[in-house]
C-alpha cells in the first residue's frame, strides 16, 4: 500500500486506514451508492435515526470516516451568537410515529438526526423537544487563551468578541485566516455538554459572498453554488460553526493545535487521539447513518 492510498498523514508512523474496510465507507456514508445500500438495512425504526446527509467540514487525512457537521448560525439583534435549531415536526419511521427537528435551509434538509453519532443522540440537548435559547456558551476550560482572559464559564458569545478575526493568531500556523472560540449549545441546565468550534473568518466570509477565497495563508478556496447558497443561509458575517465531535473515535479537535504542526494540519483542524484532520474552509455534504435516540 502507498503513502497515497491511505489516510493517516504519513510523519505519523501509524498503520494506514483504507475506507475498502467494514465500517469504513459503508458506515461513513462516503460514497452515495455504497452508503444508501448500508443505510437501507441500517435504518433503525426507533427514534430517529438512519440514512441522512449533513453539512459538514471536510475529513482531510486521519482515520476518521468522514467530517464533524455543520451548525447553522444566526446572530440576534443584541449581537449575541446562536445555532439554528430545526424546526420539530412528528414523522413515521419504519411504521413508528416520532418526532424529529428539520427544516429545509439553504436548499439542504437541515436534522437533529446529523448530530445522533458518538453518543450525542442520548444528550438531553439533542431530543428535538427540549427547550433551550440556543445561544452558545463558553465553558469552563475553553482552548483558547483569549477567552480565558476575557470570558467566564457560562457566558454567551457576542460578535465584538471576534473583531479582531481579521488579524488574529495563537502562534500556530499563519496569522489572520479567523479567530475561533470553543463553547457548548443546548446543555445549559443538563447533565451532558454538546461541545461546538465557532470560528469567524474572512474566507467563509468570501465563500458565502463569492463562493471563492484567498486566504492569508495564500490558498485559493472554492465552493460549488449549492455550498455557497448553504453558506450564505448557515453562515452570519464570517462565523460559522460545528459539532467538534472527531467522528473516528469521539475525541475532541483543535483548530490551531501545536500538535497538528508536525502533520501539516498548522490551519487545518487537528484531532490529537489518531491525527485526524478536518478542514474547515470545505463544506462538503457527507452522507452516514444517524443513530437513533432513546425514548423519550
Not at 40 to 63: L, R
Not at 104 to 124: D, K, P
Not at 169 to 191: C, F, H, I
Request: proline residues 6%; hydrophobic residues 30%.
Amino acid at each position: 500500500m502507498s503513502a497515497d492510498e491511505d489516510k493517516y498523514p504519513g510523519e505519523s508512523g501509524r498503520r494506514r486506514f483504507v475506507k475498502g474496510v467494514v465500517g469504513g465507507a459503508a458506515l461513513a456514508g462516503v460514497g452515495a451508492t455504497g452508503s444508501a445500500a448500508i443505510n437501507s438495512v441500517t435504518t433503525s425504526p426507533g427514534k430517529g435515526g438512519g440514512a441522512t446527509q449533513a453539512m459538514a467540514i471536510e475529513n482531510t487525512d486521519g482515520p476518521a470516516p468522514r467530517g464533524m457537521p455543520q451548525i447553522p448560525i444566526e446572530i440576534d439583534s443584541d449581537g449575541y451568537i446562536k445555532g439554528v435549531w430545526p424546526d420539530v415536526k412528528t414523522v413515521s419511521q419504519g411504521g413508528v410515529q416520532v418526532k424529529i427537528a428539520e427544516m429545509e435551509l439553504g436548499g439542504q434538509t437541515y436534522s437533529s438526526e446529523w448530530f445522533q453519532y458518538c453518543g450525542v443522540e442520548t444528550y438531553q440537548g439533542i431530543q428535538p423537544t427540549f427547550e433551550s435559547q440556543n445561544y452558545f456558551h463558553v465553558g469552563s476550560s475553553p482552548a483558547y487563551q483569549w477567552q480565558s482572559e476575557e470570558m467566564s464559564a457560562g457566558d454567551r458569545f457576542t460578535v465584538d468578541m471576534f473583531s479582531d478575526y481579521e488579524s488574529w493568531g495563537n502562534g500556530v500556523g499563519v496569522q489572520g485566516l479567523g479567530k475561533p472560540a470553543t463553547g457548548n449549545w443546548r446543555s445549559q441546565d443538563t447533565e451532558d455538554t454538546i461541545p461546538v468550534t465557532i470560528l469567524r473568518s474572512p474566507v467563509i466570509e468570501q465563500l458565502a459572498e463569492d463562493g471563492q477565497a484567498r486566504g492569508a495563508d495564500g490558498e485559493t478556496y472554492e465552493v460549488p453554488s449549492n455550498v455557497q447558497t448553504w453558506l450564505q443561509a448557515s453562515t452570519a458575517q464570517g462565523f460559522i460553526a460545528w459539532l467538534n465531535k472527531c467522528t473516528h473515535f469521539c475525541c475532541v479537535p483543535k483548530w490551531k493545535s501545536e500538535g497538528g504542526v508536525k502533520f501539516n494540519a498548522a490551519n487545518e483542524v487537528y484531532c490529537p487521539c489518531h491525527q485526524s484532520v478536518y478542514e474547515p474552509f470545505s463544506i462538503v455534504p457527507t452522507l452516514f447513518t444517524a443513530r437513533p435516540r432513546p425514548e423519550e
